[in-house]
């Protein structure tokens, strides 16, 4: 399967810390995306980092790419408990037209 | 407000029985998408259109069906076929059929057998 796998499956963690979560990925990408999913609702796109970026920041997330290793990391920095969700990696595989999505990784983030 | 309407939100089907889910969307955008998602698992592509009157099978579109006759309307229909259809249908969107572009997702059908 080309499927991203993410890494951990559950993180449970307190307000005001934050959260890493990692994505790792089979062969080469065009580019790779972030999604965040309330529980019983839709996917939300948060940021899309190209093959040939590093890193990118969009308000408290900062997703890096590491193309060497195939993988990606999100942090969010300074935890709220609205940010209690799964998040979701999505892969943009060379050759391929259309997005793979990774198992993702269940965030809890208590008060 | 634009975005992407998913209609019922919950459906139940009877053994033998075709359902039709509806998508909607008002963004404008050319490419749709219809996603399978199974408990602690990921979105499964089951069909894909970019453009109007033109669709593609993903990778699990066995059991399924849809059509494309409106730039606003992608409906999937779960036939009788599809022998194990109890999971949340996600339909997505996007600006162009180039999978470099974010997704807009509705807030999903969740489908259960009688």
């Not at chain 1, 609205?82 to 259309?98: I, L, R, V």
């Amino acid at each position: 399967s080309q499927q991203g796998e993410e890494d951990p499956q559950a993180l449970s963690i307190q307000e005001g810390e934050n959260a890493t979560m990692n994505c790792s990925y089979k062969t080469s990408i065009n580019n790779l995306q972030w999604y965040r999913q309330n529980s019983g609702r839709g996917l939300v796109h948060l940021i899309l980092i190209r093959s040939n970026e590093r890193e990118k920041h969009s308000g408290r997330l900062r997703v890096t790419l590491d193309t060497s290793k195939k993988s990606s990391s999100l942090l969010i920095t300074a935890s709220r408990a609205a940010d209690t969700a799964s998040y979701f990696c999505a892969t943009d595989y060379s050759g391929y037209s259309t997005l793979t999505f990774g198992k993702g990784t269940m965030l809890l983030v208590s008060p | 407000d634009g975005g992407i309407t998913q209609s019922p939100k919950y459906l139940f089907r009877k053994e033998g029985q075709n359902v039709t889910l509806s998508c909607e969307q008002n963004l404008n955008h050319d490419a749709m998408y219809w996603y399978r998602q199974d408990p602690g698992q990921g979105l499964r592509l089951i069909y894909y259109s970019q453009i109007v009157n033109d669709f593609q099978k993903g990778d699990i579109a066995e059991g399924y069906s849809v059509s494309r006759e409106k730039k606003e309307s992608f409906p999937l229909t779960v036939t009788s076929a599809q022998k194990n259809p109890t999971a949340f249908y996600l339909c997505a969107s996007s600006i162009g059929g180039l999978s470099n572009q974010p997704q807009h997702f509705g807030d999903g059908t969740r489908l259960s057998i009688l």
